[in-house]
């Protein structure tokens, strides 16, 4: 589940929550796609997921990559410690702005 926690006027926070997996991250995108033009800086907060995979962190850098193209602030929070991992072996923690696990 997505939904917007804060805003003001030109910055929102929206906490993800839940499972983040193949079976809603088209859904989710679906939902940032209407709600991510509103603002000029997102942040996203994972601290209430209780389950992402591959397919959330792909969602993150698409996000991310989406963000760059529209010129548009964007920070993750609350990043889950196997997530970190994983984008850390794959050598994209840099892209998406994370502290590494070592």
């Not at 906490?15 to 995108?29: C, E, H, K, P, R």
């Not at 991310?64 to 794959?90: Q, S, T, V, W």
Request: aromatic residues 6%; glycine residues 4%.
């Amino acid at each position: 589940m997505l939904e917007v926690s804060e805003t003001n006027s030109d910055t929102a926070v929206f906490t993800l929550a839940g499972n983040v997996d193949f079976d809603n991250i088209m859904s989710m995108n679906q939902q940032a796609c209407k709600s991510f033009p509103l603002y000029k800086n997102i942040t996203i907060d994972l601290s209430n997921v209780s389950h992402i995979n591959s397919a959330g962190l792909a969602l993150l850098l698409e996000w991310k990559r989406r963000a760059i193209l529209d010129n548009r602030g964007f920070e993750i929070r609350g990043m889950p410690e196997i997530l970190l991992k994983i984008a850390h072996l794959c050598e994209i923690d840099n892209i998406l702005s994370l502290q590494t696990v070592t």
